[in-house]
């Protein structure tokens, strides 16, 4: 079995540091051969891309703009009357990955307006978000970049997403039926909406083209106290020849460094 490949994510780890740049450095430095990040829009393409030509290091993984945050937005893909805004954002996030050779793009689904109750608008919404993402499919295609949607729970992360299950997920990802949209599953989200993970990883693997890790509920690292074993879940992902990422999207509980030690000891052992 192959070992497993994991990525900083720069958005929640080593923010000690002020700039992407500077933790894409401290990212290699300790270890890690690839990152992934949220939103990089603050800085300039080309000081991101001389940090990653220096360390060597692989962005796989960033997200679309999220829209105005300081007004509720937390991505536009699937929100009505904001598709221009979208394909706005979209066109961003092509020029960022293409200048990073990044080959994964996470497009937020967004939230339900304020006004509205889930159960209104979810047909409406739904229409719109498998329009975009077939929209966003045939950009990417062009680029070689594959677009990935992800559940984020209701019940403590986000009450309003709209995208909140591997099963709302699953379905939204037939209508729309291109091959480069794919699944990001968020262990730490999908524990808290559904549970049944070895069943769900299982059944969905064949959709998953990235994931993301967290121990639940503190969403610290994977090795802290909580409900989940992830020696269990990194082993299944290995029997089932998982071959993508793993996001390391956590709180850490002191510093980056000193909360490393349980993906230092991964690389010891697969290396045995």
């Not at 900083?8 to 992407?20: K, R």
């Not at 909140?164 to 729309?176: C, G, N, R, T």
């Not at 002191?254 to 490393?260: D, K, M, N, P, Y």
């Amino acid at each position: 079995m192959a070992p497993l490949k994991f990525c900083a994510n720069l958005t929640w780890l080593f923010t000690e540091l002020p700039d992407f740049s500077q933790r894409i450095h401290a990212a290699a430095a300790a270890g890690f051969k690839a990152v992934e990040a949220a939103w990089l829009y603050d800085c300039e393409p080309g000081e991101l891309q001389r940090a990653r030509e220096d360390t060597g290091v692989e962005v796989v993984l960033i997200n679309t703009p999220p829209g105005n945050l300081k007004a509720g937005d937390l991505g536009l893909a699937a929100v009505p009357g904001r598709e221009t805004e979208f394909r706005q954002g979209l066109d961003v996030a092509v020029n960022y990955a293409k200048a990073l050779d990044c080959k994964r793009i996470h497009l937020m689904a967004g939230r339900v307006p304020v006004e509205s109750h889930r159960s209104a608008v979810a047909k409406e919404m739904e229409a719109v978000f498998v329009r975009n993402l077939s929209y966003a499919a045939d950009v990417l295609s062009k680029e070689g970049i594959t677009g990935l949607i992800e559940p984020i729970n209701t019940r403590i992360t986000d009450p309003r997403y709209f995208l909140d299950s591997p099963h709302h997920a699953a379905k939204i990802l037939e209508k729309v039926g291109k091959p480069n949209i794919q699944l990001q599953m968020d262990v730490f989200h999908w524990q808290i909406m559904d549970g049944n993970l070895t069943q769900n990883i299982q059944k969905y693997l064949p959709l998953i083209g990235h994931v993301q890790v967290a121990q639940i509920p503190g969403r610290n690292e994977p090795d802290s106290d909580g409900e989940l074993n992830y020696n269990y879940l990194f082993n299944l992902l290995e029997r089932l020849n998982y071959q993508g990422y793993i996001g390391c999207e956590y709180h850490p509980l002191c510093s980056t460094e000193e909360g490393l030690g349980w993906i230092k000891n991964y690389w010891t052992c697969s290396k045995q």
